[in-house]
């Protein structure tokens, strides 16, 4: 393999090559897999595992699985697991509090974490592991529970060559094809997959199995789907002067307007892949001798998240979907100097009430929102 | 250092009632290296943890320069300092802390001071009022402006006769309801403010209490021509890591507890009350 050499050909008969090859540097390997009519991230040991045999169907409010017998292996976009769940726990325990003859004592949780690979990551979600990192690890603060998940990860990501209804990455930048952050990105063609490295790691065992390269028709095939998958993308966000405009729009009455449709249930930010409000659950044990800490995730749309001392800050719905909105598309480039949205379209997806982050925003922004550039 | 864990018992050494809602702890760290490492500026807060139930934070009241120990006045309401204050003298707590920035003491030497507080919002600056009587050279003309609802909620009351009695001090009480021992202003806080003289270039200004009142008073003193730089306001939000990762707290752009409490008034004017 020469140095100009980016891409390769892994063939869908040969594929166990690769699981061969992760094993051998002891990976677990996990897949998006439909178990019990979910989509959830599921280990898988061999190509067969990979064949989703389901289709996903999303649109504002809706998601739907429908089997199929088409051939092609990743027919799933995406469903509600995002890579959020794998780095950043739905629960981690954190410390362990003792009651002794002095008084009390603390017993921090050690962070840990098992090697473990993904296979078919969409190039949004990693986008949205690479915002994660700059909440999580680029403060003074930092997460080691997330950063001892995030350093054993592999990401295997696999290029969107089909969107829905709900996506809007290519407006975000962040896909359908992924950029970075990535450490094999896989484009699935009919009978094979271009492979393409990201990172030393994934270079490291790209070389290992031995590809051909990828002849430049098959590359631009790929190039050509991806492409399509972007253009056939209907929604746009509009990106003029975020976060200001959106400031400037705290006391518009659309918050009112939305908050009669929205439930404030937090499925929006419970599937949205950057997402990282936590609580602290406490549970001492009956005897009250020990009692335990674990981070569980949090929303801005419970009751409790803005309460303090006697008072909440954001009492109403309106309150809240502002603040979700402000800070996902705004206040977060001001915090992070990066939006903290990826164009997944989960969020309006998975919204029992159908309201479109999309629509929502060009409504509170403006008519005009659409029209201006940056 | 891992931390969500970095817990530190502390004993408590005495509690005084302030009023029947409040109480002032004082506490001791267990651990001797812990006592003589801590270090804090006023305004700086703790998250306060009782053991079963959960944290809450805390401004630390006392002198940063009185390594014995540290003093936090609670206020009773909800789950957790229902709890701290059934806990006696010698029981421990755990302390986080400290944790974001504090009052502009370094640059107010040499300026005039304004104090504007109401209710509980006494407690965090208090520390810092006692910081600049000690060093009282370093600093301009100080006047304390504190408001309460009733006489029977106001705090440290010796403390503030004390202050008093300071040269080149001004301090104005005033109660939203009078009562018999009452001699100071009845009203709110606001009609304090006609009644102080100001350099506004020279002044800078310390506020908390609620956002409402707070607001009223910058206000006041941008219209009468102080910068919104120099003014300093302690904002209270649900702090629960005290770190800026657990994303309760935000006030526009800023995280409280990592870029705040104590921010200043061109920071924080368009996000006020929301």
Redesign the interface.
Known sequence: MSDSVDSWILKKVSFDIFFSALKSEDYKVLSPQVEDGAVTWFEASEADDLKQGFSDQQNIGSYRLNQTESDVWFSIVHGAQSLKSLTFKPRQA??K?I?TE??????????KAEKIAVIGARACDVAALQIQDR??LG???????FKANRESLLIIAVNCTHAHETCFCASMNTGPKVKAGFDIALTELKDAFIVEAGSMAGKRIVEALNLTVAPKDMSKQADRLIEHCAVSQKKRMPQQNL?QAL?EK?HSEHWDDVATRCLSCANCTMVCPTC?????E?T?DMA?QT?E?V?VW?S?FNP???????KN?RPTTA?RY??WMT?KLG?WI??FDSSGCTGCGRCTTWCPAGIDLVEEAIAVLGEDAMEKKA | MNTFADFHAARIMGKREETPDVWTFRLRFEAQNIADRFAFKGGQFNMVYLFGVGEVPISIMSDPDDKEGLDHTIRIVGRVTRGIEKLNVGETLGIRGPFGKGWPLEEAKGKDIVVITGGLGCAPVVGAIEYIFRRREDYGQIKILHGVKTPRDMLYKARFETWARYPDTQVLLASDQPAKAWHYHVGVVTELFDMVDITPEKTIVMMCGPEIMMQAGAKHLAARGVPPQQMYLSMERNMQCGIGLCGHCQVGPYFACKDGPVMTYDQVAPYLGI
Not at chain 1, 140 to 145: P, R
């Open positions: 954190t410390v509090i009651k002095a008084g009390i004592s603390f017993q921090a949780e050690q962070p909440v999580f403060g003074a603060y930092q997460d080691e529970y976060p400031y705290q990282f409000c936590h609580a602290i406490e001492p009250r009692s800490r981070r949090d801005c409790e998240h803005g309460y303090i001392h006697g800050m309150d502002r603040m800070h206040s001001d915090q």
